[in-house]
């Protein structure tokens, strides 16, 4: 039996290579990760529901199919924790809600469902802010997410489980969401690669399409779900799995014309790259400004890119955001949800909830979001690909929503993530991807962005960047050696 702190150092593609040829069985994947599990959660808190039971049982049915050579998938014994705003049927998910805190859904989301039928092992449900309203890791009903860099930080959110969870080991690779950058940010934070693909990649079903469920069921124009993982090439092995139209999900796109695993292949040479370092406009730390600024570097040094520093000339389009999340939210479920539980819920979403929106704020979102597509696609007319921090700061301090002060200058409390919100206003593909370390050992994100569809561009540029400037080797302290 290989050992178990091998094994919860493996990538998700060579697990999946060696259950299929029958050199690691799946019982024993399951297990290590569990070992992992029962060690850290304690002090990490990355699963707010984890399903050992059916973690295990899942493996053994594996176990046995191989040996009765079926086809099992191509991603046999891969343990993987689905975020807990996604629905998977007779699994608690929560949604980090007093209100959800027994809901137990009746149907799986579709990646859920594809997950499942390709022979990944469900570890568990990954913790959340309530409803995904935040980008970091702590609600009213489950112990707070840390950082597995440092425990006295946040992981990010509000995929804060995902995060935790893959930075830590206890599984390869993990389903988060992004409505304004939460497969993104916690990626930065922990130190993983992160894919929003462009949006329709990935159906959504039903959390955010179903007037079942008020609260989760919004921000349909924003939202992405997508892959968290300690490599690009798994990110790559989830994405051929749960991408594909769907007809529950109205804006899903037809399937592919390339191959996800193929798009990892070839190099840049002779690509026109723009960096924008702050969007001529965001406060953004100095310790992040140097560190992405060198890996910038890294595209046009060791790449061959011609790297050119460019803003896409928007004004900050941080109101217009918030308008349309309003305008996708299901006001009147969570407004009624409210009056029966605010003194339970999260302070600013109860603000956000019982704010008095006009027409006029709603309709001007949709405007901004207009004109904020029109200037990406002008710049991307000349560029092939945008580089910029995944995030502002470096991983800050728990139970706070973000720094009020960046770079001496004092900022609205979401301010820290103005590079991830306007991707989900483009609905573009944007990853993020290990850009270094802080000199106290946090790591810092950079933001690889693709002009619209263009996936295949952006893991390329991924892969590419992984190989020149490499961090998978990297694990936090506490992780067993």
Known sequence: MTDHNEICRMDAVTIAQQ??????????VVDAHLARMEALEPKLHAFCTPTPDLARATAKR????????KDVGPLAGVPVGIKDLVCTKGIRTVSGSVAYKDFVPDEDDVVVERLAAAGAVIMGKTNVPEFGYSGVGHNPVFETTRNPWNLERTPGGSSAGSGAAVASGMCPFAIGSDGGGSIRIPSAHCGLYGLKASMGRVPLYPGTKDERYPGVSSWESLEHIGPMSRTVADGALMMSVIAGPD???????????????????????????????????????????????????????DLGCVVEETNPGWDDPYNA???????????????AMADTHAAQMTPHLVDFIRRPWTAEELTDAVVTR????????????????????TLAVPPFPLLTQGPEKIDGRIVAPFQWL????????????????????????????????GRHLDDPLVLRASAAFEAAHPWKDRWPSIVPS
């Open 19 to 28: 259950v299929r040829q029958k050199k690691l069985s799946p019982v024993d």
């Open 370 to 389: 207009k004109a904020v597509n029109n200037k990406m696609w002008r710049l991307m007319q000349t560029y092939d690909l945008l580089l910029t921090p």
């Open 321 to 335: 955001f918030w308008g349309l999340v309003a305008l996708e939210s299901d006001l009147k479920g969570l407004r």
């Open 247 to 301: 007809p529950r999900d109205r804006h899903s796109l037809p399937a592919p014309s390339f191959d996800w695993m193929k798009s990892l292949k070839g190099g840049l040479k002779g690509l026109k790259v723009a960096y924008s370092p702050d969007w001529g406009y965001a406060a953004v730390d100095p310790a992040v400004r140097r560190i992405v600024g060198e890996a910038a570097k890294v595209f046009e040094r």
């Open 418 to 449: 103005a590079f991830t919100f306007p991707l989900n206003m483009t609905g573009q593909p944007a990853a993020s991807i290990p850009a270094g370390w802080t000199d106290d050992g946090l790591p810092v994100g950079l933001q690889i962005i």
């Open 62 to 69: 594996l176990e046995r199919d191989i040996a009765a050579g």
